[in-house]
């Protein structure tokens, strides 16, 4: 295949293989599709973010200005808790978190042995126990009967992440909390925005039912901004003053140390971008879930191809769209979308537990559902700036591979 570049953006993608000469009638001229199109994305809002990022240098308040402020007000608002505290980014969200719930070393904490490394590299970090559990295979969240079962006298907190998108089944999760009296610490970096609904009929956004809620404003995040950026959630205000300290060298009065802290601060700058992309993140969601609509009903039926499935209490806002391929071709299916420019990733290839840095001895009948998800999974490019041609290429290639007999 050759490809031609033409501008930045537009790719001819051309067909010379001899299987493929007929084709050659089919020259594409479309975007090039990317996993995420951050800049797509860009160009529709570049006037409003150039003008907020220059106001910024012009009144060089870099550090903790206004417009760290106003995000932080209106990111409580849009979130409906009472405290939002800005920090450098999801990882140090996560450990913050954990430090201002003053676990003790050697206290456990339960987390999924499916997720990215950071939910379990900060409780390392912090000389914390992480006891890692099964997901449930349907939404690749934690299990609350494989949670229910891995609790010990020692077991202080739980950390549910609401992972590709939609929110764990937090129903559950906080009954059997504070049934054990555990704090929940909600990881949120890939599902802010999402919301569920609990049995009571009452609705609450993703990061803001547990005592404290983590997200990360990483570019390819949902909420991305231009560099590194996090916060934490909480409506214990108490909490909340402790965090403040924490993300700013444990210092409470300038100069006076309380407690051993960090340094972790959301810039202006990225504040400033945040605080334009805010107002579109609904609609961002909304695009994800049209794309994520497309592929349904493209896969709809394959005896091969699992749809990611909606979990019953939680709206989903697609940070990823998750494949599950069921007749053991998964690599091969990555190799044939690659040759047709098309990305695809594998979220995620290793079980944390199985990791280097955080190995453990386990027992597979304990985790059959991320190990069959290890080999499984594939997630398809996903958001904002998808359009439905890119979305008909992306599914007719994913479905001529698994359409090849074996
Ligand atoms: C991205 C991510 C983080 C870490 O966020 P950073 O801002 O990259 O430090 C933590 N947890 C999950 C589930 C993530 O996806």
Do not use: W
Request: hydrophobic share 40%; with cysteine.
């Amino acid at each position: 295949m050759n490809i031609f570049m033409l501008s930045e953006n537009i790719v001819v993608h051309s067909f010379y293989t001899a299987y493929n000469f007929l084709k050659f009638e089919q020259i594409l001229f479309m975007k090039k599709i990317q996993m995420v199109d951050l800049q797509s994305q860009y160009y529709k809002i570049k006037a409003d973010v150039d003008n907020a990022v220059l106001n910024v240098m012009d009144s060089a308040a870099f550090i903790n200005g206004p417009e760290v402020k106003f995000f932080q007000s209106e990111l409580e608002s849009y979130l409906d808790v009472k405290n939002v505290i800005p920090c450098a980014n999801g990882t140090d969200a996560l450990q913050i978190a954990l430090m201002a719930l003053g676990l003790k070393e050697g206290d456990e904490v339960i987390t999924a042995d499916f997720t990215f490394a950071a939910t379990v590299e900060v409780i390392h970090l912090l000389k914390l126990k992480a006891v890692l559990v099964d997901v449930d295979y349907d939404t690749f969240t934690l299990d609350p009967v494989k949670l229910k079962a891995a609790i010990t006298p020692a077991t202080k907190a739980i950390i549910p992440v609401h992972l590709f998108g939609q929110c764990a089944n937090m129903e559950e999760i906080l009954k059997i909390a504070k049934d054990h009296h555990l704090f929940v610490v909600e990881d949120d970096a890939q599902a802010i925005g999402a919301e569920f609904t609990f049995a009571d009929g009452s609705v609450k956004k993703s990061g803001t039912m547990g005592i404290i809620g983590t997200t990360s404003f990483f570019p390819s995040k949902n909420l991305g901004c231009y560099g590194d950026g996090g916060a934490l959630f909480t409506n214990d205000d108490e909490l909340a003053h402790k965090i403040r300290g924490i993300v700013n060298h444990g210092m409470y009065e300038r100069y006076y140390h309380d407690e051993v802290g960090l340094n972790s601060r959301l810039d202006s700058i990225q504040a400033a971008v945040l605080r334009k992309k805010l107002p579109l993140l609904d609609s961002y969601s909304e695009a994800r879930r049209k794309a994520a609509d497309y592929y349904d009903e493209a896969f709809a039926g394959h005896p091969h191809v699992l749809t990611p499935k909606r979990a019953e209490h939680s709206t989903h806002v697609f940070h990823q769209y998750t494949l599950r391929i069921l007749n053991g071709k998964r690599n091969e299916l990555q190799q044939f979308l690659a040759e047709r420019e098309i990305p695809a990733m594998i979220y995620y290839p290793v079980a944390l537990r199985k990791q280097k840095a955080y190995y453990q001895e386990s027992d597979p009948k304990d985790f059959v559902n991320t190990d069959r998800l290890l080999e499984q999974v594939i997630s398809l490019p996903m958001h904002t700036e998808l359009d439905e041609e890119q979305l008909k290429y992306i599914s007719d290639a994913v479905l001529e591979f698994m359409n090849i007999p074996s």
